[in-house]
């Protein structure tokens, strides 16, 4: 059986004999195939060598960097698979891979091979820097660097599929593989392999600044078999439908028969076409005889097709489920099945948001809209283990990278994206984006590193005469979808945010001039907010549509609404529904602050209850419903749906770190609706566990365990009795209508009547 796919189209090595440790090699280049094929899109380029090694180093390493993905083997054998991430951390940089050989080097004759696939289009995720090219080093192996010494040659069975092409948004182009050209053992005398030509040096442009990969490469849940079901036309092709466990990111992969040769098999997903666009998807055309694929450029969905030949025999369906590499560290269970498959479908739909970057979708965009990642961030804590930090730290690293040159922000990025998304932006640099990653990860150098491209963006923004933030349209005057939008009062709360976060920046930095300053305009923004409360609500005078729940719930979490307006808001809250999947978690949060955390969870339940409920589908939506009943084109999975994930966590299980890096935290229960609930939080350190039971008699159990190295301040309503010595009362931290109790690292229970 010929192979034609991810290792079978790259079988031979053209013989290049190099000397091994000792030979005095040119510092590593920049190559290519050939001029002409240098800044072509959707170029595939095979290079390869053979190194002849004296003696192998117990670590050998090799530093790859490449314009935009690649596959390497090292004596036949897959090292990496889709090496290389979208460009890049900065317009003017690349990120290169770190990749440890030790184990598959030997002693003598070794061949390196290394397919190259150069995206040549920009997209919401992906700047390019023009030239298809690939750069390698090793600092113990000069004879593995790049140069003209390596052969290469444009691999021409892998090509562009004709017809519809993937919307503008994404980089990626859908990709056709011709099986007549594709390479196999017999084909060593057509090799076409000549000289690579060098086109730059490590750190030259238009690759740039050389930055070194900041996450691990991906997580490969290996080739996995999938049952299908075949359907005629009758028109001469047949439709075969598999269903895979969930929605997932994966290569597919067949194994054919065609009698004759030269026909195509189209390649998709049902979400090839999704979010009410045109997305990625591919084709392969048969050589004769019995054959096997796989389709490189990964795809996501829950369902696969192939559609082939009727004379066309499909022996086989697979798939190769790739990702982030991280798992779900944290656990939560409770004893109502609603909140049950809502977290569950959470799970899942935020695990696919996440690869290069963050996502708001993983088909329509692949984009890093910080609104969606400063949500998904918080649900990151609670669930996935601590490797999704460094996905973090990378996004935050960018952000700010990517600033342009009069201080203003823009999201989506990296790529070609050059809007500000101003109500984003604030959020990004807010209590909810930066802040929330100082006090869950402890890192300082975060804030010193952000704080300048906060400062320079905040002082973009101005006041109207009553103190109220001016409105700063940028862009796209987005808020959120939906109708309803009380727009000055949305940017407002926002803003209130940023700046009370680069306040605490500036304190940590011990800039406290600039932190006062930052708290004097707090001040005068609250006050221009509070201007705008009419007796029942907010409403910003020049808005007149119905009453925005969003600029309520912003009020609260923010601390611009103080307690004696609790009552008011909460009858608004019980009334209007205006908030996207986006916005309501900001709701859902206020109405636990304000006690009201029974009415939170009735109203999650009722919002999201048509998505976690549907069966189709194994993840959340973008919008309340799908396609003309969602918003932005309607996708089914949209990891900003998932925010309830943090409420539960932080205000029904009440864990959240009161010191950077969770060296104190709380653990503040608003027990609500369940019998029993009990979470797992994975923080930097160490696992939290916060769970209460309620017992017949109405009585309540609360379990605590709290990791070494770390205090926690328990809280019980006022007038609470604690029996257990380990706990001493500490009135450090008050909270209205509760007792606090502070306990050192150990495992509790105690009971409250």
Not at 73 to 88: A, H, S
């Amino acid at each position: 059986m010929e192979k034609a796919g991810y290792l079978g189209n790259v079988m031979l090595c053209v013989s290049i004999a190099v000397a091994g440790v000792s030979m005095s090699a040119a510092e590593a280049k920049w190559i290519s195939a050939d001029a002409d094929s240098v800044d072509r899109q959707n170029t595939w380029i095979l290079f390869e060598k053979d190194v002849d090694v004296a003696k192998v180093p117990s670590d050998v390493t090799v530093e790859i960097g490449a314009d935009t993905k690649y596959w390497l083997w090292v004596n036949d054998k897959p090292v990496v698979f889709e090496g290389g991430l979208k460009r890049g951390p900065a317009p003017d940089a690349t990120y290169y891979d770190v990749v440890d050989l030790s184990g598959y080097l030997h002693r003598g004759g070794n061949s390196m091979r290394l397919l190259l696939w150069h995206f040549g289009k920009d997209g919401f995720s992906h700047l390019g820097s023009g030239k298809a090219a690939v750069i390698v080093r090793s600092p113990q192996i000069e004879a593995l660097n790049t140069d003209s010494g390596w052969k290469s040659m444009v691999y021409d069975a892998y090509g562009t599929m004709e017809g519809v092409t993937p919307n503008y948004r994404l980089a990626e182009s859908n990709i056709s593989f011709d099986a007549r050209k594709g390479l196999s053992a017999s084909d060593k005398d057509v090799l076409r392999l000549a000289p690579s030509v060098e086109i730059g040096e490590w750190g030259d442009a238009p690759w740039g600044r050389m930055v070194p990969r900041p996450i691990p490469q991906w997580k490969d849940f290996g080739m996995k078999p999938v049952e299908f079901e075949r359907r005629s036309d009758g028109a001469g092709n047949d439709t075969v439908v598999a269903r895979l466990p969930y929605n997932m990111q994966l290569t597919p992969h067949f194994v054919i028969d065609d009698p004759t040769g030269g026909r195509k098999v189209a390649i998709f997903t049902d979400h090839s076409f999704a979010g009410g666009t045109d997305n990625i998807r591919a084709e392969y055309i048969t050589r004769k005889g019995r054959q096997e694929y796989e389709s490189l450029g990964w795809m996501n969905g829950e369902w696969l097709y192939l559609i082939v030949p009727e004379n066309v025999t499909v022996s086989r369906l697979s798939y190769r489920e790739t990702g982030y590499d991280t798992e779900v560290a944290g656990k939560f269970e409770c004893d109502d099945d609603f909140y049950t498959r809502f977290w569950q479908k959470a799970m899942r739909t935020l695990y696919v948001n996440m690869r290069d970057t963050w996502f708001d979708c993983p088909d329509r965009e692949r984009a890093q809209w910080w609104g969606d990642v400063v949500v998904l961030m918080g649900e990151a804590f609670y669930t996935y283990s601590p490797s999704t930090h460094k996905l973090m730290r990378k996004a935050i690293s960018e952000l700010c990278a990517w600033q342009h040159p009069d201080g203003a922000l823009s999201s989506p990025i990296p790529g070609n994206y050059k809007h500000e998304l101003p109500a984003q932006m604030l959020a990004s640099i807010g209590l909810y984006g930066f802040w929330n990653y100082y006090m869950n990860i402890g890192d300082k150098t975060v804030i010193a590193e952000v704080y300048p491209a906060v400062a320079r963006y905040l002082s973009l923004w101005g006041q109207d005469e009553t103190g109220l933030t001016a409105l700063r349209k940028g862009g796209w005057n987005w808020g959120d979808w939906g109708t309803n939008r009380d727009m000055r009062l949305i940017y407002a709360g926002w803003h209130y945010m940023a700046l009370d976060a680069a306040s605490r920046m500036a304190d940590e930095l011990g800039r406290h001039d600039e932190a006062d300053a930052y708290r004097r305009t707090m001040a005068e923004v609250k006050e221009g907010y509070n201007l705008c409360w009419n007796g029942y609500a907010y409403r910003h005078p020049a808005y007149h549509g119905e009453t925005d729940d969003r600029v309520q719930a912003l009020a609260v979490i923010s601390g611009i609404a103080g307690s004696e307006r609790y009552l008011a808001i909460y009858e608004v809250l019980k009334t209007q529904e205006h908030a996207s999947p986006y916005m309501e978690k900001y709701v859902m949060e206020a109405l636990f602050m304000m006690g009201e955390g029974e009415y939170a969870m009735e109203r999650t339940r009722k919002r999201f209850g048509p998505m976690v409920d549907n069966p189709d589908y194994t993840t959340l939506f973008e919008g309340w419903g799908i396609g003309k009943e969602g918003y932005g084109g309607g996708t089914t999975n949209h990891a900003w749906s998932g925010g309830a994930v943090t409420v539960i966590g932080q205000y029904l299980l009440g864990v959240q770190p009161l010191a950077p890096g969770y060296s104190l935290f709380a653990v503040d229960q608003h027990p609500a609706l369940f019998g029993n609930a009990s979470i797992t939080v994975p923080s930097v350190a160490g696992d939290i566990v916060s769970g209460y039971e309620r017992s017949a008699d109405g009585g309540l159990a609360t379990h605590v365990v709290v990791p070494e190295g770390t205090e926690a301040l328990i809280y019980f309503p006022s007038g609470t009795e604690v029996s257990d010595k380990r706990a001493r009362p500490d009135d450090s931290r008050p909270v209205d209508g509760r007792s606090c109790y502070r306990v050192g690292p150990g495992d509790y229970t105690f009971h409250v009547k």
